[in-house]
C-alpha cells in the first residue's frame, strides 16, 4: 500500500501502443530466473545483443547491477529480496510501456514474488523464463565462488544452499543451461518471441 497522499494517476499522452507502432515491434519483459551460476546474466546479455542487432528497443536490468544503485540500500533477508524484486517489476512495466524488450536477470528466488510482478504486466507481457540448471554443476562453475564462501558459513541465506530457490510451475520457457550453448539458448528465447509476434 502507497505511503503518499493526495496523488493522482496521469495518463500519458502518447501511449504504449503508440510506441509499439513507432517501434514497429512489441514489448514484454523477459524475466529470467535461477540459480546463481545457472547463466542468467550470460543468456540474458546475449538475447539482448542479439535484438539489438535486429533493431529492437532493448535493454538489460541485471541483478548485480542494480544492487550498485537503485537497491544499494537492500541486502538479502526474506524481505529485502522480496522488495529487490518488487522494485525491479515496476521498472521493468516502466520498459515495456515505453515500447521496449526488456530483459532482467535476477535469483528472484520466491514464486510469490514473481507472481506479484506478473501481476503488473498484461496478458503476453510477461515472459517468465526459468534457466533450469542442477545445483551442483552451478558449484562447479560457481564464477564468484559466493557458494564455496556460503558452503564455508562465510554467507547466510544464500540461494540453493541456506535459503530455498522456488522453481517456476509454469514458466513461458523453460532453458536447460547445462545441457544447451548460450547460442541455442538465444535461438529457443527468439523463437519464442518471433512465434509470439513480439519481433
Not at 546479455?45 to 532493448?58: D, F, M
Amino acid at each position: 500500500m502507497s505511503k503518499a497522499t493526495n496523488i493522482t494517476w496521469h495518463a500519458a499522452a502518447v501511449t504504449k501502443a503508440d510506441r509499439r507502432v513507432q517501434n514497429g515491434h512489441g514489448s514484454a519483459v523477459l524475466w529470467f530466473t535461477g540459480l546463481s551460476g545457472s547463466g542468467k546474466s550470460t543468456i540474458a546479455n546475449a538475447v539482448s545483443s542479439e535484438l539489438y542487432r535486429l533493431g529492437i528497443n532493448e535493454y538489460v536490468l541485471d541483478g548485480d547491477n542494480i544492487r550498485h544503485g537503485l537497491n544499494k540500500d537492500l541486502g538479502f533477508s526474506d524481505y529485502d529480496r522480496t522488495e529487490n524484486i518488487r522494485r525491479i517489476g515496476e521498472v521493468a512495466k516502466l520498459f515495456v510501456d515505453s515500447g521496449a524488450v526488456v530483459t532482467t536477470a535476477f535469483i528472484s528466488p520466491f514464486r510469490s514474488d514473481r507472481d506479484q510482478v506478473r501481476a503488473l504486466f498484461e496478458e503476453g507481457e510477461f515472459i517468465e523464463v526459468f534457466v533450469s540448471c542442477p545445483l551442483d554443476e552451478c558449484e562447479k562453475r560457481d564464477p564468484k565462488q559466493l557458494y564455496a564462501k556460503a558452503r564455508r558459513g562465510e554467507i547466510k541465506e544464500f540461494t540453493g544452499i541456506d535459503s530455498p530457490y522456488e522453481s517456476p510451475e509454469r514458466p513461458e520457457i523453460t532453458v536447460h543451461s547445462n545441457l544447451l550453448s548460450v547460442k541455442e539458448a538465444v535461438d529457443q528465447i527468439l523463437n519464442y518471441l518471433k512465434e509470439k509476434g513480439l519481433l
